[in-house]
DNA sequence: GCCTGCGCTCATATTTTAAC
DNA sequence: GTTAAAATATGAGCGCAGGC
């Protein structure tokens, strides 16, 4: 057996994985795992094939007991420490896949990845109207309108929305870059950061880190999908509790940075569909971008500098709000729960 | 204490879109 | 044309606040 691509949505559609066999249990929504998906889509990470994820976690599992992780290429590394982190976060994962056949383990995948599947479709509906109120100049109307259920108008084919996706370092006032970028002259790749990711919405080429990701359409985004849409701009009114009081979460996480400025940047698009493998949008390209940057270990100052910020803006009364969280030590938290699972899974060698 | 309204998450059914 | 994925519409239900 082989390991599948977890970034492909190939084996997923039409069931047609070779993996796939026989009569398959019916994904249902009630069931914790799927809850469980919610929350991890959107905070550990988004956009991947589940079940393909688990396959090749359990495989890879046998695997390091004799080649070193460290041997993996880089993509495997990044796939087996999302699993592992699915494994952390909820009790009792590892046994049941260990034990499950294998139809038992896609089954789980399913269950993951309809509960984030759910929540990216909940959110992008929800951001899809939400943020037209965030971009609006303060007192005014957006000249020409945006509708509010149709997209169609955004992207380069609006001077807002164009502005605020203009990638940093070009100038959306230059009258050629403009019609380059309207026309798709100037094609734009989801590792072409857009200006809005930038504080003030201004880009220094002399210092990339200044202001990046601390925007404040990206922290109304946020607190919109985590800790609830009415604690965006006012005073909560929330009698229900947000995603953040519901999954126990009290700190920001790298990747539903990543997250939200990929609902963003998609809610900015005039794409109405999101898919990960389109190829105009690049969400997922744009998404793993991010990420590639935020684990990056030797950008851990700027990175636990951003993290203490985000966690003063969304979590302001949290302890993780007033001390820094070190990306070093979370880096070196997963190398010890790595030791403990290889541990796990062959109790006899240790 | 009970009732009601509100803001919210989540589930389900249906429609639309896009890949094959 | 078929199928799966994503978007959308709708409603159930939770939990808190405020009025009685």
Request: charged letters at 25%.
């Given at each position: 057996?082989?390991?599948?691509?977890?970034?492909?949505?190939?084996?997923?559609?039409?069931?047609?994985?070779?993996?796939?066999?026989?009569?398959?249990?019916?994904?249902?929504?009630?069931?914790?795992?799927?809850?469980?998906?919610?929350?991890?889509?959107?905070?550990?990470?988004?956009?991947?094939?589940?079940?393909?994820?688990?396959?090749?976690?359990?495989?890879?599992?046998?695997?390091?007991?004799?080649?070193?992780?460290?041997?993996?290429?880089?993509?495997?590394?990044?796939?087996?420490?999302?699993?592992e982190q699915l494994l952390e976060s909820y009790p009792g994962l590892l046994e049941r896949l260990k034990d499950g056949s294998e139809e038992e383990i896609l089954h789980v995948g399913e269950l993951i990845?309809?509960?984030?599947?759910?929540?990216?479709?909940?959110?992008?509906?929800?951001?899809?109207?939400?943020?037209?109120?965030?971009?609006?100049?303060?007192?005014?109307?957006?000249?020409?309108p945006l509708h509010r259920n149709s997209k169609i108008d955004r992207g380069f084919n609006h001077d807002l929305t164009g502005s605020l996706l203009c990638p940093a370092g070009l100038d959306?006032?230059?009258?050629?870059?403009?019609?380059?970028?309207?026309?798709?002259?100037?094609?734009?790749?989801?590792?072409?950061?857009?200006?809005?990711?930038?504080?003030?919405?201004?880009?220094?080429?002399?210092?990339?880190?200044?202001?990046?990701?601390?925007?404040?359409?990206?922290?109304?985004?946020?607190?919109?999908?985590?800790?609830?849409?009415?604690?965006?701009?006012?005073?909560?009114?929330?009698?229900?509790?947000?995603?953040?009081?519901?999954?126990?979460?009290?700190?920001?996480?790298?990747?539903?940075?990543?997250?939200?400025?990929?609902?963003?940047?998609?809610?900015?698009?005039?794409?109405?569909?999101?898919?990960?493998?389109?190829?105009?949008?690049?969400?997922?390209?744009?998404?793993?971008?991010?990420?590639?940057?935020?684990?990056?270990?030797?950008?851990?100052?700027?990175?636990?500098?951003?993290?203490?910020?985000?966690?003063?803006?969304?979590?302001?009364?949290?302890?993780?709000?007033?001390?820094?969280?070190?990306?070093?030590?979370?880096?070196?938290?997963?190398?010890?729960?790595?030791?403990?699972?290889?541990?796990?899974?062959?109790?006899?060698?240790?």
């Amino acid at each position: 057996m082989t390991t599948q691509d977890t970034t492909s949505s190939v084996p997923n559609k039409r069931g047609s994985s070779a993996l796939q066999m026989g009569p398959r249990k019916k994904a249902s929504s009630s069931d914790p795992l799927v809850s469980h998906g919610r929350h991890f889509g959107r905070t550990v990470f988004a956009l991947c094939n589940y079940p393909s994820l688990l396959t090749n976690g359990v495989l890879r599992l046998e695997q390091i007991e004799d080649i070193p992780l460290e041997d993996f290429p880089a993509e495997e590394r990044r796939e087996h420490r999302v699993f592992e982190q699915l494994l952390e976060s909820y009790p009792g994962l590892l046994e049941r896949l260990k034990d499950g056949s294998e139809e038992e383990i896609l089954h789980v995948g399913e269950l993951i990845g309809k509960g984030a599947a759910g929540a990216r479709g909940d959110d992008t509906k929800t951001l899809k109207s939400a943020i037209l109120d965030w971009i609006s100049p303060k007192g005014e109307a957006i000249r020409p309108p945006l509708h509010r259920n149709s997209k169609i108008d955004r992207g380069f084919n609006h001077d807002l929305t164009g502005s605020l996706l203009c990638p940093a370092g070009l100038d959306w006032n230059d009258p050629q870059t403009k019609e380059k970028l309207r026309s798709g002259e100037m094609l734009v790749c989801g590792d072409q950061w857009p200006i809005f990711l930038y504080a003030h919405h201004a880009y220094d080429p002399e210092d990339p880190w200044c202001g990046l990701l601390r925007s404040r359409l990206l922290v109304y985004a946020y607190k919109h999908v985590f800790t609830s849409p009415s604690s965006v701009d006012r005073e909560p009114k929330a009698t229900r509790s947000g995603n953040a009081r519901l999954h126990g979460m009290n700190s920001v996480t790298i990747a539903s940075l990543a997250y939200i400025a990929t609902q963003v940047r998609f809610a900015l698009s005039s794409s109405s569909v999101f898919s990960r493998t389109d190829t105009t949008t690049d969400s997922e390209t744009f998404y793993h971008s991010l990420l590639d940057l935020l684990e990056d270990p030797e950008e851990y100052k700027e990175i636990d500098e951003l993290l203490t910020w985000w966690n003063r803006q969304v979590f302001p009364t949290s302890s993780a709000a007033k001390r820094p969280i070190s990306a070093n030590s979370a880096l070196s938290k997963i190398r010890q729960k790595r030791m403990a699972l290889k541990q796990a899974s062959n109790p006899v060698s240790s």
